[in-house]
């Protein structure tokens, strides 16, 4: 079992900045690969951003070289780092992992549901 809590969402301006945290925990597994997603009120859940086991690293289009994900595996916690936010980044948050899932950050990316444990989301409110 992997369980995921996530933090750090919140209401900014647009060009500010916010670091999401997703706590990760297993007492099973130590090599997951992990993602953050978002679904906005109305549209389909959609990848931002997956790292997987090595440290290899995929970005959605629209947020590439504004977030950056990381891992901190002392810790066991995964961040998404957001700048130069905007409004379209508005959306629930939602960290995934998943110990067998065979695809490559990118293929991952575009998965969006093939992920087997989620977080229970946090919301990020980009105004205008």
């Known amino acids: 079992v992997v369980t995921l809590v996530e933090s750090g969402g919140n209401s900014v301006e647009a060009g500010g900045s916010l670091t999401l945290s997703c706590s990760v925990s297993?007492?099973?597994?130590?090599?997951?690969?992990m993602g953050w997603f978002r679904q906005a009120p109305g549209k389909l859940r959609e990848g931002v951003a997956v790292?997987?086991?090595?440290?290899?690293?995929a970005y959605a289009e629209s947020v590439k070289d504004r977030f950056t994900i990381s891992k901190d595996t002392v810790k066991n916690i995964l961040y998404l780092q957001m700048y130069n936010l905007k409004p379209e980044d508005t959306a629930m948050y939602y960290c995934?992992?998943?110990?067998?899932?065979?695809?490559?950050?990118?293929?991952?990316?575009?998965?969006?549901?093939?992920?087997?444990?989620w977080g229970q989301g946090t919301q990020v409110t980009v105004s205008s």
């Open positions: 995934a992992a998943d110990p067998f899932l065979a695809l490559t950050p990118s293929q991952a990316l575009n998965s969006r549901g093939d992920f087997g444990y």
């Open positions: 297993s007492n099973t597994y130590t090599r997951l690969i």
């Open positions: 790292i997987d086991a090595d440290g290899s690293v």
